[in-house]
């Protein structure tokens, strides 16, 4: 374990300026080419093997050092969120308006998961045991995609273990879930005509989308109460006096398991086909992305409890707490009260006596689905995956907000960024070590997916949509 921790304290300038580079960069899914080149460059640099441009995705690569088995792969990110560019203040101050910002916390999510693969690779190499380190730069996380198109090329198909983490206000061990996904739009054709002059020779490809969207939140009686489906008008005609021949309605679709998804989404086509036939269209379904939920390794969350213990919360100090402070004034004023009355984290009083975590909360969850859906799902479908979290931001602070952008481009994101670090590397040679955790953790897996193994989503010849995800 020492050895881990005092080289990644070592490294950790290092590290800390790769997260402010891909910070600043702030790019969106399938565009981080600047965020991508500054991790893969900086692995290259240290004694890994890189292949860019993984599975056509021009933004995603993976790095690899070592030899024979186990493999384990660490799952990095590095993708901004549109809208929110922030500085480094407790105050609503954009770098640049309207410009993307790391609300996701995800210039520390990569960062970290590097980081351990580097530190995984120096202990390997110091011991001289057999085994094979990856890293796996996944872009576009927060379209839900990157790492399915990657599975779909089959690149985490001979890991043994995969692990990884994310950014969060709490520092613990995943055992819950996410929902299961489908990402697509629907465009509707019609006919232009003056809406005014000859109305009645026009067809709206906008009422079209109007009448599907009534559809849509009809259908929401009538699917099980933890499904989500939510939508955004893209396109929508130009002017009031044109009756508008292109529509476009953007849609996502969520349930606890991929099955239910499927099964509102199929629903959901017969509603736009239902939309198209009231007003004369015809309409286009392009379908950009779908996810898996997240599967449970208790095998493997088991292991990374222990290392967590290990490491330890992230040590704040008073000048985090006093950022953490300002920034939580800004909140809702019950975001934190909200958080606190959750069952799972009431017993805690001392989460109610500092804006930042200071303790590590014990497994919990177990098996529960929050409302978010992450592409993680997809790996975890395919290899046995672990997730843990640690506090990167204040307690209460609203997830893809500036908030989180500011929190993520300062000291208290850092500090947990590196507990991460520390925590996976910890695990990864636990597991490496303890050849039988890796074989508790492949059983359990057999058995949870031999009635349902992984199916992509979508189709082996459908291409990546790049220029459909930020038009």
């Known amino acids: ?68 088995r186990p493999i384990i792969g660490f799952l990095g990110e590095f993708d901004a969120l549109a809208g929110i560019s922030q500085e480094v203040l407790a105050e609503r101050k954009p770098v640049v308006p309207g410009a993307p910002g790391h609300g996701c916390g995800h210039n520390l999510l990569g960062t970290a998961a590097l980081g351990a693969a580097l530190a995984l690779k120096e202990a390997l190499a110091k011991s001289g045991k057999a085994g094979t380190v990856r890293y796996y ?72 989308v109007e009448l599907m969207n009534v559809g849509a939140n009809y259908l929401r009686e009538h699917v099980i109460p933890e499904a989500r489906i939510h939508y955004v008008i893209t396109e929508g005609g130009g002017q009031p006096n044109v009756v508008p021949a292109e529509a476009e309605v953007w849609y996502f679709v969520r349930a606890p398991r991929r099955s239910q998804v499927e099964e509102i989404y199929a629903r959901l086509l017969d509603v736009a086909k239902g939309a198209a036939l009231m007003t004369g269209t015809t309409h286009d379904v392009n379908f950009l992305t779908g996810c898996y939920e997240v599967l449970l390794n208790e095998a493997l969350a088991e292991v990374m409890w222990r290392n967590l213990e290990k490491v330890g919360p992230p040590k704040f100090d008073e000048a985090d ?68 979290s640690a506090s990167t931001v204040p307690l209460g602070c609203p997830g893809h907000s500036w908030q989180h952008v500011a929190s993520s481009g300062s000291s208290i994101g850092k500090k947990g960024m590196l507990v991460a670090a520390k925590t996976m590397a910890l695990c990864g040679l636990d597991l490496i070590e303890h050849p039988e955790e890796i074989a508790k953790a492949k059983a359990e897996f057999q058995e949870k997916t031999k009635d349902s193994p992984y199916k992509c989503p979508f189709p082996k010849d459908r291409k990546l949509p790049l220029d459909e995800f930020f038009k």
């Open 137 to 208: 730069g996944c872009p576009a996380e927060e379209v839900l995609a990157g790492k399915v198109y990657m599975a779909r090329a089959g690149v985490f198909d001979d890991l043994d273990v995969a692990i990884t983490w994310h950014p969060s206000s709490l520092t613990m061990v995943s055992m819950g879930s996410g929902t299961a996904m489908n990402s697509v739009k629907f465009r509707f054709h019609g006919k232009t005509a003056h809406a005014a002059g000859d109305p009645h020779n026009g067809r709206s490809a906008l009422d079209a």
């Open 321 to 388: 707490m006093e950022f953490a402070r300002k920034l939580s004034f800004t909140f809702d004023k019950n975001s934190v009260e909200n958080m606190l009355r959750n069952p799972d984290f009431a017993e805690f009083q001392e989460l109610k006596e500092k804006p930042l975590a200071t303790i590590l909360i014990p497994p919990r969850r177990r098996g529960r689905a929050g409302g978010g859906s992450t592409d993680v799902g997809d790996v975890s479908w395919i290899v046995p995956t672990v997730q843990m």
């Open 1 to 68: 374990m020492a050895d881990i921790v005092s080289f990644l304290d070592k490294k950790a300038p290092e590290l800390f300026a790769i997260a402010d580079e891909v910070w600043a960069a702030a790019e969106l899914g399938f565009q981080e080419y600047k965020s991508s080149k500054v991790q893969a460059d900086y692995l290259e640099a240290n004694g890994f093997t890189v292949e860019r441009g993984v599975a056509d995705v021009p933004t995603a690569f993976i790095a690899e050092w070592g030899s024979g």
